[in-house]
């Protein structure tokens, strides 16, 4: 089962570190962390390691795009688009996370289909002929796309079920013992306090 | 508020991205990713850049320490522990996720103290005069201590609580959608079903 994870400079790095903790235990996974050249990337406070740039790797079973808070320069780079685009053709399952759908979307793969994003993000989703889904982790035949950061666990616990059985993903839940228990409930623009919600949208008017 | 996560080749990538991605939205945070020496750890999967050396950041408000399978190599590693046992000196926080309690148990700071870490790894704990407490948060005094990997997100906005009011916390909750919805219910000893709970038994009898 090969996995291909796309890095790239000024991402959210939970978008890609959550999935990848819970997909790589998908039972001999080879994983390839792939950037558009190989090398360091900066994802915000922490650089991570491109092991692969992308022209080396031309197919995968799964490839997972995750975001940032701003994607204009992946969603602008016609390099980028063309790779999702090629290994899209060889995947049995194309995935995003967060505003890593606005990539899937660029690429033209999200015409006519269901699909979720950030909440801050889903007018753009809607940009790209997608319809937009409130809802957590989004199915649409072989893509699969989570919400807004965190939701790349429960996306990547989805996809394990799907790829590996439910036995599999129910004992990858218990080794990474996901067992959420937030101390507050404000994780949604639905369950936030008014005044929490309000400063968040504030950012995006 | 300057923040040190410590990195280490083996380590669990999402203990210490978790919390990284929730902490580092601390109003004004100085983020110092710490290694015993400065560069590149591999984190199973993904390789993580260490932006300072141990050697040069000899304070911080906030300390965190994550885990691993096996934290032998970190828990034996008696400069690691030397250096771990002088920044608590300065911390106004010291605080692990998953097994990285081990590393807080070896360099002798938890004493009489109540701690958490992964399910399997609570007797060590207790050998390390830890009172184990089998939540997923415990705060004792300023130690701050997290279950299992993706315990890391809960224990990090528990102290962005702390360190920066309950209205920011959620503010970040909501920026990072954590709005946790897993597909199964499997996620703790208690909650997971009997074969799945005695399989990952299994692999620490």
Known sequence: MEI?????????????????????????????????????????HI?????????????????LIPGAAD?????????????VRAVDKTTTWTTSVCTGALVLGAAGLLQGKRATTHWSAIRQLEGYGA??????????GKIMTGAGVSAGIDMALTLLAEVAGDDHAQ???????????????????????????????????
């Open 4 to 44: 291909a994870l796309f890095i790239f400079d000024k991402m959210t790095p939970l978008d890609a570190v959550g999935p990848l903790e819970v997909i790589s235990r998908v039972p001999g996974a080879d994983v390839k962390i792939v950037g558009k050249t190989a090398g360091s990337v900066r994802a915000g």
């Open 47 to 63: 650089g991570l390691t491109a092991d692969h740039a992308m022209g080396d790797v031309t197919s995968s079973d799964i490839v």
């Open 71 to 83: 994607m204009s320069h992946i969603t602008s780079d016609a390099e980028i688009l063309d790779w």
């Open 131 to 140: 319809i937009a889904a409130d809802e957590r982790v989004v199915t649409d």
């Open 171 to 205: 004992f990858v839940q218990l080794m990474t013992e996901y067992d959420p228990q937030p101390p507050f409930n404000s994780g949604s623009l639905a369950k936030a306090p008014d005044a929490i919600r309000d400063r968040a949208l504030a950012l995006f008017a």
